[in-house]
């Protein structure tokens, strides 16, 4: 029985050899003969009947029916859904491939490209835009790997990992993936959202030539988003900040990753930590204390200097728990005062603990001027309590080389 079904696997290898599918993979069998993973097939148009059983028959990427049977499936096995080359630019002429509550939290669902071949495009002269090219949406337990994003058509993102309210997105690895050249990108090229959503990683991704303006970023994360990572990944030229976890983000680690900034592009930061507290007459977004930005390499190789590596940032009014205007002398102490004086402020007024913020074995180039940075800024109509400014405050934070416990998951 086993000598038949692996001459029968090689013989499926065999037929597919001229198809759009890679052929390096062979269903895994057990010392019982049953499959530990079904194979499932998509394409940019569907092929033959559409069922998705077989790459000549692979089903339409947008098919709601498809990812039902998939969904179904999932239920008593893990899923591999191979998508096969081309351009599935109808995620941007047609309609946004959204993955809803889908996955399993035993079996896990992988969806796979052709590496480089696979490519999701927004054609740039097109008179559309569009929110998204692909979001999954409280979901569970999948793996996205060696899907490609490009083209300048106007889009808020590519990709997008978020959960609703009382909802969840979880276990999503995000692993070989590129976003390049994507000028018409208005917040990120990829993202994670809401409190909902946790446990997102980004390993062995490339991000290039990101953006239309400062609100762009290779990355977008915000709004209670916990446990997301970055790690062994490629970003280069972007308009806003590179990496950014905005309020109330908690659990980040960015971890052996290149940033490099080169001549035309005016990127902010390369790691963000941003509040914008624009709602009167209270903010109600939150720093949090948990980060990791460790063994990763900055380069400014354009001709002006990039100010800040890292920064944590505030803009606007205070939530009331909190002080994150600052008087003329606390921002004296956050300035000029004495290590334990301004770390000791720094919890009181922001809640950060520098002790749980670990920042270490970087490298950053000359034109990088400050590599952490803190800063509180009046805006939106709230009133000022006496400062405005930047801080440096590299030598506050954690630079143990041990990693913290969370880190490791």
Known sequence: MKTNLIILCLFFLVSCSKSSYPTDFLITLDENDVATEKYQYVSYVKQGDGSGDSPKNAADFLSTAFWDKVNELLEKTPVHVQFSEGSYSRSYTEKTLVLSSIGNSQNRLTLQGVDGKTVFMAPEDLALSKSSLFD????????????????????????????????????????????????????????????????????????????????????????????????????????????????????????????????????????????????????????????????????????????????????????????YLLTAEEGNTLQTGSVTDKKALLLSNFGIDTDKVRISGNTYSSKIVTKVALGTFVSYGAISKGFAGWADITDLVNSSTQPFPWEDR
């Not at 949406?137 to 060696?146: E, Y």
């Not at 990709?159 to 969840?168: G, I, L, N, P, Q």
């Not at 390049?180 to 809401?194: E, K, L, N, P, S």
């Open 136 to 323: 999954i949406k409280n979901s569970q337990n999948i793996h996205v790997k060696n899907i490609s994003f490009t083209g300048s058509g106007e889009l808020g993102y590519a990709f997008r990992v978020t959960s609703d309210a009382d909802k969840s997105a979880k276990n999503i690895l995000i692993e070989n993936c590129s976003w390049t050249d994507m000028r018409g990108i208005i917040y990120g090229a990829a993202g994670a959202h809401q409190p909902g959503t946790s446990h997102v990683t980004f390993l062995n991704c490339t991000f290039k030539r990101i953006g239309i303006d400062s609100h762009s970023h290779h990355i977008y994360n915000a709004y209670g988003t916990s446990y997301v990572s970055v790690v062994d990944s490629h970003f280069e030229d972007c308009t806003g900040d590179y990496v950014r976890f905005r309020d109330d983000m908690d659990y980040a680690l960015v971890s052996g990753s290149t940033f490099i900034r080169n001549q035309g592009f005016d990127g902010k930061v390369f790691i963000s930590v941003p509040l914008f507290n624009s709602r009167e007459p209270v903010g109600d977004e939150y720093f949090r204390t948990n980060y990791a930005f460790t063994n990763n390499s900055f380069t400014n190789n354009a001709s002006t200097n990039t100010e800040n590596a890292i920064t944590f940032y505030h803009a606007g009014f205070s939530p009331p728990e909190w002080n």
